[in-house]
């Protein structure tokens, strides 16, 4: 009868780990030739890859950005409104009252300013106060003249043609007949003084038509035209200036 002989558990062991470890270094060989084979080379995929990321990373940038630019302006605006918040009451527009109405004109027409504010003085118009005459008119008999060519149409009308007392339009035509002349005299003679000017416009008025001694006039409680060689005499004291 033969010998029986029992399993050794250690040498089992031994080499159920040596099998385990040939496995796994077979596996590991495995993938590295499978990865190696799927493996892409390609340049241009490389590119458009890296450029991918790229395009994500300035993306991510921007939008970083924004919030920020967002958060400050929020922050600005809150700012503001705090400050509207604080703004002093006693800044805003008072009322004048109506002592501080009579209290200024009885002083003398400014407008008196609300007590603690800096407000300019604001004229208040006088209903009692005259109104002054416009002096850029020429009233003659009716006709009213505002300027110079006003002036002479008026004067040269029908109705002064045959007057029967030119001298009363003798400082109103003078005067028309300088502002329209004086300055032409300036230009043409630049070195004389005023006085000297308008002792030659008077030397010209006298012999120009638009002086109403120089027209046909009607005679004093008479019916006939008579030619009048009255000299034109105008106060110099009006007109002459140095």
Do not use: C
Not at 196 to 216: I, T, V
Not at 223 to 241: F, I, K, M, R, T
């Amino acid at each position: 009868m033969s010998k029986k002989f029992g399993i050794n558990t250690k040498s089992a062991e031994a080499r159920a780990r040596k099998d385990a470890v040939k496995q796994s270094n077979e596996r590991e060989k495995q993938q590295r030739v499978e990865d190696e084979y799927w493996r892409d080379d390609d340049k241009q995929v490389q590119k458009k890859l890296q450029r991918k990321d790229e395009r994500e990373n300035k993306e991510h940038e921007k939008l970083q950005r924004k919030q920020e630019i967002q958060k400050l302006l929020e922050q600005e605006e809150a700012a503001l409104t705090a400050s509207k918040a604080k703004k002093p009451a006693d800044l805003a527009p008072k009322k004048v009252t109506q002592a501080q109405i009579q209290q200024q004109q009885a002083t003398g027409g400014a407008a008196v300013a609300p007590t603690g504010t800096n407000v300019k003085q604001m004229p208040i118009n006088d209903e009692k106060t005259p109104i002054e005459e416009n002096v850029n008119r020429l009233h003659i008999d009716g006709n009213t003249a505002r300027n110079i060519d006003e002036a002479l149409h008026v004067l040269s009308s029908s109705q002064i043609l045959l007057d029967s007392h030119p001298e009363k339009r003798m400082k109103a035509a003078f005067d028309a007949y300088e502002q329209e002349n004086l300055p032409k005299l300036k230009q043409e003679h630049p070195t004389l003084r005023m006085s000297q000017l308008k002792q030659l416009l008077k030397k010209e008025w006298m012999k120009s038509p638009d002086n109403p001694f120089n027209k046909p006039t009607k005679a004093y409680n008479q019916g006939s035209v008579l030619p009048q060689n009255v000299p034109a005499n105008v106060e110099d004291s009006d007109h002459d200036e140095d």
